[in-house]
């Protein structure tokens, strides 16, 4: 901040006049590990002599998990001089010196680093600010199957080949499910106890099968019949709008037919081309968004699939039996299909789920 003022004063006053006034209000990491420890101060007292040790042990592996996370995030530190931030980390101190679980360390970082990101949204800092709260009083078996529930129903793979999306997806679900996943209702009575989830007994959870085939429905849907009527106006569509005939591939889950390579008929829009340049005799690649005439065409092409039931539900059954190949998939599959209950997520739950899916995979995108 500068100021640039001139004063004025009677015969008899003492006039002082600051050309340059620059005042530093950032926060580096030591200036945060400060407020960190005036926070702490207030903890300290209500500790006997004998909890004291223990609780200052665990609240420093909570600051040594979260100032790194903090300190990688371009502005987070400015945090640290928000008042309200600083009520939610005194919060998550009392968290932490409660836990004995260590990663709830990790868990409450990747909260706070949410708070940061996501803090303008009053609805998502009610969810954040109240999941910190409950960080030492969810099981961990609850912990993972909510963090697997919100999994299932928030990643899904961009890949429009078939099996690079269940590679990805077997991959992901290999990192999640890190311990033998609950057993029973008990887990999921534990989560509505603490606010994380809403149960249903009246309603019924999609079978894997039925929840895949309609989230990655362009994996499923039956394509374009070969060397078919619909083939050849699918291919003129592509050429006259200057799109490359390679958009269709062969669908490898029956090879009479082809596919457009996308996961849904909603990812049409998202798809780019890749055209070639060449810089001082160096060829390379630079993705184009495609104009709006492309898309509507590539929506035309989509809308030329056979529509048979029949063949369609012999691509889910292939589809599902290249599921079932992957491990950590057919866990899932298994697990998910003897969920008797309906439940739905709270905001608590999906934040909480999130942030300990973000921990288990630092890759994943943030929360919406």
């Known amino acids: 901040m500068i100021s640039k003022q001139s004063q004025k004063g009677g015969d008899s006053s003492t006039n002082i006049q600051a050309e340059q006034l620059v005042v530093n209000m950032g926060i580096d990491e030591k200036r945060a590990r400060e407020i960190y420890q005036e926070m702490n101060l207030q903890l300290k007292r209500e500790y006997s002599q004998e909890a004291l040790d223990i609780a200052n042990a665990r609240v420093a592996e909570f600051e040594n998990s979260l100032?790194?996370?903090?300190?990688?995030?371009?502005?987070?530190?400015?945090?640290?001089?928000?008042?309200s931030?600083?009520?939610?980390?005194?919060?998550?101190?009392?968290?932490?010196?409660?836990?004995?679980?260590?990663?709830?360390?990790?868990?409450?970082?990747?909260?706070?680093?949410?708070?940061?990101?996501?803090?303008?949204?009053?609805?998502?800092?009610?969810?954040?600010?109240?999941a910190v709260e409950i960080v030492d009083e969810i099981s961990d078996e609850a912990l993972l199957g909510l963090t697997v529930a919100h999994s299932v129903t928030s990643f899904?793979?961009?890949?429009?080949?078939?099996?690079?999306?269940?590679?990805?997806?077997?991959?992901?679900?290999?990192?999640?499910?890190?311990?033998?996943?609950?057993?029973?209702?008990?887990?999921?009575?534990?989560?509505?106890?603490?606010?994380?989830?809403?149960?249903?007994?009246?309603?019924?959870?999609?079978?894997?099968?039925?929840?895949?085939?309609?989230?990655?429905?362009?994996?499923?849907?039956?394509?374009i019949k070969k060397n078919s009527d619909s083939h050849i106006q699918a291919l003129e569509i592509l050429r006259?709008?200057?799109?490359?005939?390679?958009?269709?591939?062969?669908?490898?889950?029956?090879?009479?037919f082809v596919r457009l390579q996308v996961t849904d008929k909603t990812q049409i829009k998202e798809l780019k081309l890749n055209k070639q340049f060449v810089n001082n005799g160096v060829i390379f690649e630079v993705p184009i968004a495609l104009s709006p005439v492309q898309i509507e065409a590539i929506i035309n092409v989509y809308d030329l699939y056979l529509n048979d039931s029949q063949i369609k539900q012999q691509n889910i059954n292939s589809f599902m039996d290249e599921w079932e190949k992957r491990e950590n998939l057919r866990i899932l599959r298994s697990w998910w299909d003897s969920i008797n209950t309906s439940f739905q997520l709270t905001s608590v739950g999906k934040v909480l789920a999130h942030s300990n899916a973000q921990r288990c995979d630092n890759r994943l995108p943030s929360l919406n």
């Open 67 to 83: 100032l790194p996370k903090m300190n990688s995030v371009e502005g987070a530190m400015e945090a640290f001089a928000d008042p």
């Open 85 to 130: 931030f600083q009520l939610l980390l005194v919060d998550a101190q009392k968290a932490a010196a409660a836990t004995e679980r260590p990663a709830d360390y990790e868990l409450l970082s990747e909260l706070l680093v949410h708070r940061f990101k996501k803090g303008d949204d009053r609805t998502i800092r009610a969810g954040i600010n109240r």
């Open 240 to 256: 006259s709008n200057d799109l490359p005939e390679i958009l269709l591939i062969e669908h490898s889950l029956n090879d009479e």
């Open 156 to 223: 899904f793979p961009v890949s429009g080949d078939i099996n690079s999306g269940l590679d990805i997806l077997d991959g992901l679900f290999g990192k999640i499910l890190y311990n033998e996943l609950p057993n029973g209702n008990s887990w999921l009575d534990h989560l509505d106890v603490l606010n994380a989830m809403r149960l249903n007994s009246f309603g019924s959870m999609k079978k894997m099968e039925q929840y895949y085939s309609e989230a990655l429905s362009g994996y499923v849907d039956v394509g």
